[in-house]
């Protein structure tokens, strides 16, 4: 249930930055194809990273920064390497101990559903 409200705020707060557009302000939908996920990161009118989803059709993973991350630093793909090794992994605590031991965790705080 709690993995499925992060997911919900996830796509909310993506959904809402695209509709930021019509106001002035400016956000940017940066796609691409990494680790086999279909990403897709949104950056604000500071060049920086607000969420990042990606899917691979079976599991979603919803990554939101910390802090402000710039754009250059985004999850490249040796980040996107490491969250797939923990994915597929269903027991909810060894799952979590995976994504805590990536280095990505560090600076985003990731839900896989």
Do not use: W
């Not at 499925?4 to 930055?17: E, H, P, R, T, V």
């Not at 920086?48 to 899917?55: F, G, L, M, Q, R």
């Not at 490491?82 to 605590?93: F, G, M, Q, S, T």
């Amino acid at each position: 249930m709690k993995s499925s409200i992060s997911l919900i705020g996830g796509l909310l707060l993506a959904s809402s930055l695209l509709g930021c557009q019509c106001t002035g302000t400016t956000v940017k939908l940066h796609e691409k194809e990494i680790q086999g996920f279909n990403t897709k990161t949104f950056i604000n009118q500071s060049e920086n990273v607000e969420v990042t989803i990606a899917t691979d059709g079976k599991s979603t993973i919803v990554a939101v920064p910390k802090t402000a991350t710039s754009r250059p630093n985004q999850m490249g793909d040796d980040e996107y390497k490491c969250l797939k090794a923990c994915k597929d992994i269903a027991d909810l605590e060894k799952r979590l101990n995976c994504i805590l031991l990536c280095p990505v965790s560090k600076q985003y705080q990731i839900f896989i559903f």
